[in-house]
């Protein structure tokens, strides 16, 4: 599963550069140009990184970066400002606000690439990395390995992609409308019942040998893998 960027900019020669180039590099893009819709773009994409405009229709990035570190849902990711304001105040003030990184315009797109990696890195080395570990269950994206404990587990395609999604975050709930995005992609129609088959099937593979169940469901909300979970 690759990474998903949301990137919030009006500017659209420059909205069509950053998602050509991304998405030449593997990540999943998703673009928002107003910044009064921003907040509701992030609820439902649940994006790993934000690419984050200063100047924006109708709440501008300082704004909206305020309500992400607000939030409890969202607070934990990474906001990388983009900017035309090149004084070391506007860049204080940036990042006094939340932000993890800052990049002035004009930047060149293979700086903002390595500058994603780095927050990503900083944040959560699972995206980063081949590998993610949570109790005794560790996923190698490279080989579609998973190991609960010495035994491996057996998973579809899809029960593999929907444990990759909840690995990277544990304790963070998604949304089944979420899992639908990140799993089987926006441009497919799928029902939300479907997502609870495919858990159902997850469960029963992580289950095996005894071992307790590490998904928990949160009534009217979703998924997560439980954060309390010590194997």
């Not at 004084?87 to 204080?92: F, P």
């Not at 570990?133 to 998973?155: E, H, P, W, Y």
Request: hydrophobic residues 40%.
């Amino acid at each position: 599963m690759s990474v998903k960027v949301l990137i919030v900019e009006d500017e659209e020669a420059l909205q069509g550069l950053l998602e050509y180039n991304l998405q030449k590099e593997g990540f999943d893009v998703v673009i928002e140009g107003d910044g009064g819709e921003a907040l509701t773009a992030i609820a439902e994409h649940s994006p790993d990184v934000i690419l984050l405009d200063w100047m924006l229709p109708n709440k501008t990035g300082i704004d909206i970066c305020r309500a992400i570190r607000a939030d409890r849902e969202i607070h934990e990711i990474p906001v990388i400002m983009l900017t035309a304001r090149v004084e070391e105040e506007d860049k204080l003030r940036g990042l006094n606000h939340g932000a993890d990184d800052y990049i002035t315009k004009p930047f060149s797109v293979s700086e903002v690439i390595a500058r994603i990696r780095a927050v990503l890195r900083r944040s959560n080395p699972a995206l980063a990395s081949d590998t993610a570990t949570f109790g005794d269950l560790s996923l190698n994206r490279a080989d579609m390995r998973v190991m609960r404990g010495d035994r491996q587990i057996k998973l579809g395609p899809t029960e593999f992609r929907l444990l990759e999604v909840l690995i990277q975050r544990p304790g963070r709930v998604y949304s089944r409308e979420q899992l639908l995005d990140r799993v089987w992609g926006q441009e497919v129609y799928v029902e939300n019942r479907t997502v609870d088959v495919h858990v159902g099937r997850l469960r029963k593979a992580l289950r095996q040998s005894g071992k307790p169940d590490p998904i928990r469901t949160v009534r009217s909300a979703g998924y997560a893998l439980d954060e309390t979970y010590s194997g």
